[in-house]
C-alpha cells in the first residue's frame, strides 16, 4: 500500500475514489479546487490545486514524494455541456490539466498505477450508435476526442517512467456530488422540489420515447479503482464498467418518485435545463423553506441539467437503439462487485437529502 492522488476529488467519480481508498486504509491526497464536502473518515489531505493553472500545478505537484498512485478524475466541460464535447479547446484544456498534473508529478514520486476514466464516448455514443455491447478490444474510433489524447499522453509517461495504467469506461454515473458536469439524478431532484415547493404532488416523466442503458453508481468505481491500484490483472488493460443489470428513465421512474416522496405521472415532456436555469429564485425560497444548504442553483448544478435533457430525451418519440457495453472483460479479470440500479437511485437520492441538497 502506497499513498494515492485523487485529482478532481470533488466530482461524482472523485468523492467516490477518496472515500474508498481512504476505507481502505490508504493515505489520500484529494486534488481539488473547491474543499472536500463532505470529508471522508480516514488520512485524507486536501490539496487545492486548479489544474488548468500550469504554474501552481508545478508548485503543487513537485515535492510530492511519496505518491505511488494516482486517479485521475478531473473533467473541464464547457457551459452547455454537450456542444463542447465536439470543441477543440475543450479537448485541449482537458489534455493540459492532466499534463499540468503528471509532468511535475512523475518527475518528482515514484509512481506505480494511475488509473484514467473515459466513457461511451470512446464508442463515439455521442455521434452515433455504437455497436451491441461495445468492446474494449475494438479497434479505437476515429474521431475527435480528449480520451485519445490524454491516453496517448499517460501511456507515453508510463513507458519512460515504467509504471502500470487502467482506463475505466463507465456509461451513466449518478451520485450526491454538487456541481458536477454530469450529475442527471441531481437535476432531477431538484426539479422535484420546485414542483413540490408549488404544492404539486406528482411528478411526470419529463422525457422521450424508452432508450435502454447502464448506470454506474459511484461506489462501484471507487471499489474498482482500489482493485485496480493493486491487481497485476488490472495493469495496462482498459475495462468498460456498469452496475450490472440495465435500465430505461421511463421505467425506473416510479422508483425516482417514491424516492422523492412524490406520485409518478403522467408523462409530460419538459425541457429541464431551460426550466432550472430560471429558478434561481425559487430555488432559493425552497432552501429558505427546508433549511438546506445556502448553494446557489447554478453552483449546485453544474452542467448537470443539460445532461439530464440529453438522456431524458424530451420530445423524442421514436425508440432508438439501445448503448450497452460489455462487462465481460472485468469480471473474467476478477472484479465481479455490481448494484442494483433501482437501489443505486433511491440510495443516491437519501444521501442527497442528508447532506441537505434537497428537501426531506
Request: negative net charge; proline residues 8%.
Amino acid at each position: 500500500m502506497g499513498t494515492v492522488l485523487v485529482a478532481g476529488a470533488t466530482g461524482l467519480v472523485g468523492e467516490a475514489a477518496v472515500t474508498a481508498f481512504a476505507a481502505a486504509g490508504w493515505p489520500v491526497v484529494a486534488v481539488s479546487r473547491r474543499p472536500l464536502d463532505p470529508v471522508p473518515p480516514g488520512d485524507v489531505r486536501h490539496l487545492p490545486v486548479d489544474l488548468t493553472d500550469a504554474e501552481a500545478c508545478h508548485a503543487a505537484f513537485s515535492n510530492l514524494e511519496d505518491v505511488t498512485h494516482v486517479v485521475y478524475a478531473a473533467l473541464y466541460e464547457k457551459p452547455g455541456l454537450i456542444a463542447g464535447w465536439r470543441e477543440a479547446d475543450q479537448m485541449e484544456t482537458n489534455l493540459s490539466m492532466l499534463r499540468n498534473l503528471m509532468q511535475p508529478l512523475t518527475a518528482a514520486a515514484r509512481l506505480q498505477h494511475v488509473t484514467l476514466l473515459q466513457g461511451t464516448k470512446a464508442y463515439g455514443a455521442h455521434l452515433k450508435q455504437p455497436p451491441i455491447p461495445a468492446r474494449e478490444r475494438a479497434p479505437r474510433d476515429d474521431h475527435a476526442n480528449f480520451y485519445w489524447l490524454q491516453e496517448d499522453h499517460l501511456k507515453g509517461h508510463a513507458q519512460a517512467r515504467g509504471f502500470a495504467w487502467t482506463i475505466f469506461r463507465p456509461q451513466i454515473i449518478v451520485g450526491a456530488a454538487w456541481g458536477a458536469a454530469m450529475n442527471p439524478l441531481l437535476a432531477i431532484g431538484v426539479w422535484a422540489a420546485l414542483r413540490r415547493q408549488q404544492g404539486l404532488a406528482n411528478l411526470p416523466y419529463p422525457g422521450g420515447a424508452p432508450h435502454v442503458m447502464e448506470l454506474v453508481d459511484p461506489r462501484l468505481l471507487g471499489e474498482a479503482f482500489v482493485w485496480a491500484a493493486e491487481a497485476p490483472a488490472a495493469a495496462n488493460e482498459t475495462f468498460n464498467i456498469t452496475n450490472g443489470d440495465v435500465y430505461a428513465w421511463p421505467e425506473v421512474w416510479p422508483a425516482i418518485a417514491d424516492a422523492l416522496g412524490m406520485q409518478a405521472g403522467p408523462d409530460e415532456p419538459t425541457r429541464l435545463a431551460p426550466l432550472l436555469a430560471e429558478s434561481a429564485g425559487a430555488w432559493a425560497d425552497v432552501v429558505g423553506k427546508h433549511g438546506l444548504r445556502h448553494i446557489p442553483l447554478p453552483a449546485l448544478l453544474g452542467e448537470s441539467h443539460h445532461y439530464a435533457d440529453a438522456l431524458l430525451r424530451p420530445g423524442v418519440d421514436a425508440i432508438a437503439l439501445p448503448i450497452l457495453v460489455s462487462t465481460v472483460k472485468l469480471r473474467q479479470a476478477g472484479f465481479a462487485p455490481c448494484y442494483d440500479s433501482e437501489d443505486t437511485l433511491r440510495h443516491w437520492l437519501r444521501v442527497m437529502v442528508e447532506r441537505r441538497l434537497l428537501p426531506a
